[in-house]
């Protein structure tokens, strides 16, 4: 087992405060739930984390804000379901880029359609409690965010390309794919 250094703990930890200020500003001008702004973080820390500290970012983002902040809501189990999709986006994202050579944009729409597809199941499990259709509520939700979606669609992989062209983290950017 790997002993984590200063250096995957620091970033860790710039991801999740990260993850906590976003939401914060974006809530504050009444388009959180849009643009996604905590998967942001998570989105870009898998391609700078080892696949553990990304999934315990993606975990500990959610928990920290409902500490810090009440948000994301326990009730309705909003918190619940963001921990899930945080950690289905980090696991996948961060699965294929150590495993495949595919580049930093279809590593991310791979990573953010496993993160809709966990959202899409949980808003059908919690619709009845709320009572709402399970699958009307489950398409709303996935609709409701797909502008988050783009917007991390172009803004991950352009950050990333820019900070290999910086040789930033080189170690971990090495075998990263940006063309495609």
């Known amino acids: 087992m790997r002993i984590s250094s200063t250096n995957d703990l620091t970033l860790s930890a710039l991801f999740i ?15 959180g739930a849009v643009f996604l702004p905590m998967f942001w973080p998570v989105a870009a820390g898998v391609f700078f984390l080892p696949i553990g500290h990304a999934c315990l970012v993606a975990l500990l983002t959610p928990v920290a804000s409902f500490v810090l902040t009440g948000m994301p809501p326990v009730s309705p189990p909003i918190l619940y379901v963001m921990m899930g999709e945080l950690v289905a986006l980090a696991a996948v994202s961060a699965w294929l880029f150590c ?17 809709r597809l966990m959202l899409f199941i949980f808003a059908g499990i919690i619709a009845p409690s709320l009572g709402l259709p399970a699958r009307v509520y489950s ?16 803004l991950v992989p352009a950050m990333v390309a820019k900070i290999k062209q910086l040789n930033v983290f080189s170690s971990r950017m090495k075998n990263v794919d940006i063309t495609s």
């Open 17 to 31: 405060a990260m993850g906590l200020l976003l939401p914060i500003l974006f809530h504050g001008l009444g388009i």
């Open 99 to 115: 495993r495949t050579g595919l580049g930093v944009f279809w590593i991310v729409l791979f990573g953010m359609a496993a993160s």
């Open 139 to 154: 398409v709303y939700s996935v609709v409701k965010g797909l502008p988050g979606v783009v917007v991390i669609m172009l």
